[in-house]
T-cell receptor
């Protein structure tokens, strides 16, 4: 079974630009969560989607948004990028999202210059 | 609020046991988790323990839970150089819809 796939793996943007990251969950998994990982703040929850609906959102500004498609693939978007948005963005999938047993992708490393 | 605390670094010699400690705040967590992150990779679930258990053993891994003190530990027996990684303790948030992670403990194993 293929794992969680995130694209792109690495990207460099400049302040003020916007970025879209993609996540393909494990086949059959309907829940997709996104986490931001930085050296200072560690892993922080962004949002979780199940069957195209956002069920939960972390404490991030409105510049961070996401969506999920009918095939469970998910995208997250960050608009008006700031230097502090530089991070590893991790996507995780699970069958229902009702437990903490998450399957993580390798992440998308975003650098904002 | 919800918080998970871990020590940041642990250094051991190959063949020794490693013990990684964690404290958490939300006593309503049903499960507590240990994840491992190797360099350049995402997180991998190592093991978890149900909150009404005191101990869980899985091959070289032993998880101990002291619910009264809200303390969780992960013991790795016969630590190998391949165990070098960052280990994260995690609990569910109060809504049960997301994981709250500690900052991670970097385990360094020397031969």
């Amino acid at each position: 079974k293929a794992g969680v796939t995130q694209t792109p793996r690495y990207l460099i943007k400049t302040r003020g630009q916007q970025v879209t990251l993609s996540c393909s969950p494990i086949s059959g998994h309907r829940s997709v969560s996104w986490y931001q990982q930085t050296p200072g703040q560690g892993l922080q929850f962004l949002f979780e989607y199940f069957s195209e609906t956002q069920r939960n959102k972390g404490n991030f500004p409105g510049r961070f948004s996401g969506r999920q498609f009918s095939n469970s693939r998910s995208e997250m978007n960050v608009s008006t990028l700031e230097l502090g948005d530089s991070a590893l963005y991790l996507c995780a999938s699970s069958p229902t999202g009702e437990t903490g047993e998450l399957f993580f992708g390798e992440g998308s490393r975003l650098t904002v210059l | 609020g919800e918080d998970v605390e871990q020590s940041l670094f642990l250094s051991v010699r190959e063949g020794d046991s490693s013990v990684i400690n964690c404290t958490y705040t939300d006593s309503s967590s049903t499960y507590l988790y240990w994840y491992k992150q190797e360099p350049g990779a995402g997180l991998q679930l190592l093991t978890y323990i149900f909150s009404n258990m005191d101990m869980k053993q899985d091959q070289r891994l032993t998880v101990l839970l002291n619910k009264k003190d809200k303390h969780l530990s992960l013991r790795i027996a016969d630590t190998q150089t391949g165990d070098s990684a960052i280990y994260f303790c995690a609990e569910n948030n109060q809504a049960g819809t997301a994981l709250i992670f500690g900052k991670g403990t970097t385990l360094s194993v020397s031969s």
